[in-house]
């Protein structure tokens, strides 16, 4: 009975440690993300937005933006895989936190998504503008007098957006107008990283709603950014927000109608557009990745034998997306391979096939030396995807050559034709005789 007692209690130890096991093993799988608020109030203001942000498998973790023990890094590692900043009037952050700390964070690979507004702060403007992205200054707003919403005040800074980007795996599918209120931002020109997920309309402008225009406003029309974004090349993501407001409950939940717009108010697109453009902040979507490289001649196995010039090479990598959280086959149809030898020799699309495979053949040009096989994938929404495999061409042992190559057939022909020619003139010279002459007798 003490035996049989000791066994159970083993058993029970046993499953309580599996049981421990396991859910360190799903917490360590979630993504770890702050969260900064400007307040108390941000919480209740903004509930819809961080319940989503929890339903995306994120282990989230709140505080103040004032809090006295915020930090990013600990030991030299970053605590958290993403931040999320919804404090856009802070004047400065907790614990001596500054901007090129969150800059620093993105250079590990950290993400970041925060929200702007007219009351803008001067630390979440320097984050800004370090990544290229500039703000305009406080109290000004954006203003769009022929797009505003029905429900405007009289400003004309309630307004109805829908230039977005054309990238559905940043915004979604079918994206509806939204709701707007906020500052305007601008890109700086000489930042290719930069992305443009919506822009203003072209009548829309950024300024002081109770001021007379003297200077030029920061931009104009459609170089007015209202939501902006970031891929550094280390592939992490930076999403900014012009509106505080845009992500609140009242913005979710808001009727929208443009004043010249004819029909019932619909419901803002701002619910979906904002759970669209956050996954994509947080690499839910829009995230490559590779495997399962392979090259070999065609019909035989893979080789680590250097390949000949002239040879016929098959190419095959296995390629997946980030989609909703699960990795998923890849289904692009634009993917490149390059065979480089400082420049592509080669250059061929790569066919998809099941389970995210992609392949190609083709013959090796008739150079040898020191070549790559090279995928390089950089698109708008996507991480870039970058793959070089190194190998050998070799030329034709002396042994490989063709016996006859048909090309020389005519050399072939005038060598042997002045051989016969040569034998035609020596039988000729030795064996032709000429008749002696006769001559005249008186």
Not at 25 to 54: C, G, P, W, Y
Not at 131 to 150: F, L, P
Not at 183 to 202: F, H, R, T, W, Y
């Amino acid at each position: 009975f003490t035996t049989l007692l000791y066994t159970i209690k083993f058993e029970e130890a046993m499953l309580k440690a599996l049981a421990v096991l396991v859910l360190v093993a799903i917490a360590s799988s979630k993504q770890r993300t702050l969260v900064i608020l400007e307040n108390v109030m941000t919480k209740e203001t903004h509930s819809s937005f961080l319940a989503d942000l929890a339903g995306k498998g994120q282990d989230v973790v709140y505080k103040y933006a004032t809090d006295s023990s915020l930090t990013i890094k600990k030991y030299g590692e970053s605590l958290y895989d993403n931040i999320v900043i919804l404090a856009p009037s802070v004047t400065a952050f907790g614990n001596s936190v500054s901007a090129s700390d969150f800059l620093e964070f993105v250079d590990d690979g950290g993400n970041i998504v925060f929200t702007a507004s007219s009351d803008i702060g001067d630390p979440v403007k320097e984050i800004a503008t370090e990544v290229g992205i500039e703000i305009d200054e406080e109290g000004t707003s954006v203003i769009d007098h022929m797009n505003y919403d029905a429900s405007d005040a009289g400003h004309h800074e309630l307004i109805v957006a829908d230039n977005f980007i054309d990238c559905p795996i940043i915004t979604g599918a079918d994206v509806e107008p939204v709701l707007f209120k906020g500052v305007g931002m601008a890109a700086d020109s000489e930042n290719e990283l930069i992305i443009d997920i919506l822009k203003a309309s072209p009548t829309a402008y950024s300024h002081a709603v109770d001021q007379d225009i003297i200077e030029y406003p920061l931009a104009i029309g459609s170089s007015l950014l209202l939501v902006a974004g970031m891929q550094a090349r280390n592939n992490a993501r930076i999403v900014v927000f012009g509106s505080h407001d845009m992500l609140s409950d009242r913005f979710y939940n808001a009727q929208i109608k443009a004043q010249a717009a004819e029909g019932a108010p619909k419901a803002a697109g701002n619910k979906a557009f904002v759970s669209n453009v956050l996954s994509w902040a947080l690499k839910l979507n829009g995230d490559l990745r590779f495997s399962n490289v392979v090259h070999n001649k065609v019909g035989e196995a893979p080789s680590d034998q250097a390949y000949r010039i002239t040879d016929e090479v098959e190419y095959s990598i296995i390629i997946e997306e980030m989609r909703n959280g699960n990795w998923e086959a890849f289904k692009g149809s634009d993917v490149q391979l390059e065979f480089v030898r400082i420049d592509p020799f080669v250059r061929a699309f790569l066919k998809p096939e099941t389970d995210g495979a992609f392949k190609v053949e083709f013959k090796i040009p008739d150079v040898y030396g020191v070549y790559q096989f090279k995928v390089d994938y950089n698109r708008v929404g996507y991480t870039h995807l970058y793959s070089t495999t190194q190998v050998s061409v070799r030329p034709f042992h002396h042994t490989e050559y063709e016996r006859f190559i048909p090309t020389a057939y005519p050399y072939y022909a005038s060598s042997f034709s002045m051989i016969a020619g040569l034998f035609l003139f020596c039988f000729v010279f030795l064996y032709h005789q000429d008749t002696a002459k006769t001559q005249k007798t008186e």
